[in-house]
């Protein structure tokens, strides 16, 4: 298993952040609109439990990337607001470059705002093939993820902020 991290500082309360951040519409943004890491490809998200935030909501993803077939189911196993959320794949997820990933994101208090830390574990995929592209691919992707996913969410928590003064 191997993990990358990235950490990002908010001029922003922290439970502001961890409501943002928690937001699929906003960290799973860049996975629902298609762009060159995506490679021109877009994947649907349909949410499997009636909430939509908090300890032991579901989520599918499912899509074609390259001509490969994506559909993995992401479940949160740790939600603490405003400090800490854990989300990872369960059951037999159909993916490309890992074969089960985890999300973690802690937040932590800082003078001015908030310090974010989030980290992406995963595990390399069964299969010559497969194998190769994560090797090519995995970290450059995963580095790219944590970046969209913290930018989106400072980008967001700003237009909110010029929106509506808050």
Not at 50 to 69: I, N, V
Not at 118 to 141: N, Q
Request: with cysteine.
């Amino acid at each position: 298993m191997k993990t990358l991290t990235r950490t990002a500082t908010y001029s922003f309360q922290q439970e502001e952040v961890f409501s943002c951040i928690d937001n699929l519409g906003v960290t799973g943004m860049h996975m629902t609109q298609s762009s060159m890491m995506m490679m021109g490809s877009k994947l649907s998200l349909k949410f499997l439990t009636e909430q939509h935030a908090g300890l032991g909501t579901k989520y599918q993803w499912s899509g074609r990337m390259m001509g490969f077939r994506m559909d993995f189911t992401v479940e949160v196993t740790k939600w603490m607001p405003g400090e800490e959320k854990t989300w990872e794949t369960i059951g037999d997820p159909k993916l490309i470059i890992y074969s089960w990933y985890q999300m973690h994101l802690l937040l932590t208090k800082i003078p001015n705002g908030t310090s974010a830390k989030l980290s992406i574990s995963y595990k390399k995929p069964e299969g010559v093939f497969h194998k190769i592209l994560s090797f090519l691919f995995a970290d450059w992707y995963c580095r790219w993820c944590l970046k969209h996913m913290l930018e989106d969410g400072k980008r967001i928590l700003m237009k909110n902020v010029k929106e509506h003064g808050t």
